[in-house]
């Protein structure tokens, strides 16, 4: 995800990246010793997380703006991070140019929330699936087939929709059960609601 966002903003002669981190104690020791004009901060950290690092910033340098990036699209989550003084959300499912417009705002001043009824699954195009994909080891067949399973569609329906054999989709649906390391319909949906897919 780290380097999807990355390549994303070196596409904009506008921005510096001065630092990146891949835990949280790594990113408030770079927000002191930088003082940038925006974090772009992920939740879900080792060490210091998301919400405690939202903190930190905040107490330490009110000047510096904060957009967080998050899986989670709860209301609740989003009304705790406004009073927190976040200065924007964006879903990890959004697309780049969702991403550049968010940076864009929150560097000029505005907020940028995405309302939580906006939030979809990860669409195709975004630069977060490929990484998803690489990620979980699965093909862009095999998370079709799970949204599909997930919708309670059978191995008879699913085949018709898709045009493929039964016993090809058996064969993915396998195949997804072990790279997922879930043992049924209930753990693939759980996984799906989880990394916001379905």
């Known amino acids: 995800m780290l380097e999807g966002v990355q390549a994303v903003l070196r596409e904009e002669a506008s921005l510096a990246i001065v630092a ?3 835990n949280g104690h790594q990113l408030i020791d770079a927000v002191m010793r930088e003082k940038p004009d925006l974090v772009v901060l992920d939740l879900n950290m080792p060490g210091y997380d998301g919400l ?3 903190e930190k910033i905040k107490q330490g340098l009110p000047q510096v703006k904060v957009l967080i990036l998050s899986n989670y699209s709860q209301p609740d989550l989003i009304s705790k991070i406004k009073k927190m003084q976040a200065d924007g959300y964006i879903a990890k499912n959004s697309s780049a140019n969702e991403l550049r417009n968010a940076i864009g705002t929150v ?6 929330f995405l309302e939580p009824e906006a939030v979809t699954g990860i669409p195709e195009n975004s630069y977060y699936f490929d990484e998803f994909l ?3 080891q699965l093909t862009k067949r095999e998370v079709g087939i799970l949204r599909l ?3 309670e569609m059978t191995t008879k329906e699913i085949a018709s ?3 493929l054999s039964e016993l090809t989709v058996n064969t993915h649906r396998r195949n997804i059960l072990k ?3 879930v043992k049924n319909v209930a753990g693939l949906v759980n996984f799906a609601k989880q990394h916001n897919i379905l």
């Open 179 to 181: 790279k997922l390391a």
């Open 149 to 151: 399973v997930c919708q």
């Open 161 to 163: 929709t898709l045009f």
């Open 20 to 22: 990146t981190a891949r």
């Open 107 to 112: 560097l000029s001043g505005s907020s940028y």
């Open 134 to 136: 690489k990620k979980y």
């Open 52 to 54: 405690q690092c939202l």
